[in-house]
């Protein structure tokens, strides 16, 4: 178990650039999540996967932002035309399916900062 | 909708005295789970411990203890002799059963300094 891994650590980006996160879930999980968090703040959810499939999405995610897990493993997120109030941690979690499945394993965060 | 409030956003401590975390919640479903997370400077979040809204039973694990009042809506968190290690913070969560995937609701959290 190597847990959930999320590259890179930091990225540091400029009003209107594109930016790509990457997340690694434990490798028996099916189930994936994306979260973020500002300073201050708890993790606010914006999206889940089961296997490839995206079966819940978050208000928060605006069309700016758009989440895949081409093959049910790795899962990307993509914001376009990046803003200052996207700043903030991505947070990405991995569960298995049925029990103990409630229980979220967290990766240490992606720290996305908008000049 | 569902709310998780931590009133408190910062406690400080000295080494070795108690502390409580509150954590009150808001839930229109009859069943749902309950969690604590730890949050280190190193960012990632750790699981503490998972409650299911049918077991009102009071847990103790190591210099850990949870209270769950279902009749208050609460569910507190308590570290007995707190140590230096224990500063983080710490989030109270709710999810509910049965929705897709395990969607959580975190509070804002309480950030616990612990001093020497």
């Known amino acids: 178990d190597t847990g959930v891994s999320q590259n890179p650590r930091h990225k540091i980006t400029k009003r209107g650039q594109n930016v790509t996160f990457r997340c690694d879930p434990i490798?028996?999980?099916?189930?994936l999540y994306w979260y973020r968090q500002t300073l201050g703040q708890g993790p606010e959810f914006l999206t889940y996967?089961?296997?490839?499939?995206?079966?819940?999405k978050s208000r928060l995610l605006s069309d700016r932002f758009s989440a895949e897990r081409p093959k049910g493993s790795f899962s990307t997120l993509e914001i376009q035309r990046t803003e200052q109030g996207d700043s903030a941690m991505y947070l990405c979690?991995?569960?298995?399916?049925?029990?103990?499945?409630?229980?979220?394993?967290f990766g240490s965060g992606t720290q996305l900062s908008v000049l | 909708a569902q709310k998780v409030t931590q009133a408190q956003t910062e406690i400080s401590v000295v080494e070795k005295e108690d502390v409580t975390l509150d954590c009150v919640y808001e839930?229109?479903?009859?069943?749902?789970?309950l969690f604590w997370y730890k949050q280190p400077p190193s960012g990632e979040l750790v699981f503490l411990i998972r409650?299911?809204?049918?077991?009102?039973q009071n847990e103790i694990s190591g210099r850990y203890s949870w209270n769950f009042q279902k009749s208050t809506s609460s569910f507190n968190f308590t570290i007995t002799a707190s140590q230096v290690v224990d500063s983080a913070v710490y989030f109270c969560?709710?999810?509910?059963?049965?929705?897709?995937?395990?969607?959580?609701?975190f509070g804002g959290g309480t950030r616990v300094l612990v001093k020497p």
């Open positions: 839930t229109r479903d009859t069943t749902y789970y």
């Open positions: 979690a991995s569960s298995p399916d049925g029990p103990g499945g409630e229980k979220l394993f």
């Open positions: 490798s028996e999980h099916n189930r």
């Open positions: 969560a709710l999810s509910e059963a049965g929705a897709a995937g395990n969607k959580l609701t």
């Open positions: 409650r299911n809204s049918f077991d009102e």
């Open positions: 996967f089961q296997n490839e499939a995206q079966l819940e």
